[in-house]
């Protein structure tokens, strides 16, 4: 049989999970410590990731307005009178490209830098969690990025299109990230017994007699 005093702390501990219920804050929480685990990473990671996040954000917003700009350019058009096809392809054949070449591209790329910074994000998890694959979901986005806005777009593009301070939160991006995957890779992680894939090697794996 329960004593009275184990019943009131029985009731007491009730009452304080249905108090807890009634706020957004512990569904909150749960949903972070789910994405982003519940132990805080070093100085330097956990300011590499506050610093990509803000990247990450500021060329997300602008990925999604790029895609909305040329597949509603009609609507556009119609609603404010901007030319945007006009505008685009004048542009194209600046740079080199037949008429009507350049805002296809610009269609396509506009669509893949989303799924690019999408991508990205799921690193910036990864890193803050300090798992070593986080380079494969950070690094490689944010390099097809560059080569996106680089190669497929043209070199001319990038050089004159893309302002100065996008290309400086590129570099910082690209170097605060490897600075990252160096340290984990020398033990810098949590991990320390893994080898680059976060997979346990031969040697760290204890001998059976």
């Keep these: 049989m329960k004593t009275d005093a184990e019943k009131e702390d029985k009731e007491r501990i009730k009452r304080e999970k249905l108090r807890k219920l009634e706020s957004p ?4 929480i749960i949903f972070r410590n789910w994405i982003f685990g519940k132990k ?16 990450w954000m500021l060329f997300l917003i602008w990925s999604g307005f790029s895609y909305f700009a040329v597949n509603s350019r009609d609507w556009i058009l119609q609603q404010k009178g901007i030319g945007v096809t006009t505008i685009i392809n004048n542009r194209g054949k600046e740079l080199g490209f037949e008429d009507g070449v350049f805002i296809e591209r610009m269609e396509t790329a506009s669509l893949i830098a989303i799924l690019c910074w999408v991508v990205f994000f799921v690193g ?8 070593r694959i986080f380079v494969y979901f950070a690094l490689i986005p944010l390099l097809a990025y560059i080569g996106l806005n680089s190669l497929y777009l043209g070199l001319d593009y990038f050089v004159e299109d893309i302002t100065l301070f996008d290309k400086i939160l590129l570099l910082i991006s690209l170097v605060s990230l490897s600075i990252s995957a160096f340290m984990m890779r020398n033990g810098g992680s949590e991990n320390a017994g893994s080898n680059f894939f976060g997979v346990p ?7 059976t007699t």
């Excluded at 100085?43 to 990731?49: A, E, K, R």
């Excluded at 090697?201 to 001998?207: A, L, N, S």
Aim: charged fraction near 25%.
């Design 25 to 28: 804050i512990p569904f909150v």
């Design 40 to 55: 805080r990473p070093d100085i330097y990671t956990n300011l590499t990731f506050i610093t990509n996040l803000v990247i």
């Design 124 to 131: 910036l998890v990864l890193l803050y969690r300090k798992k």
């Design 201 to 207: 090697t031969d040697e760290d794996v204890p001998e």
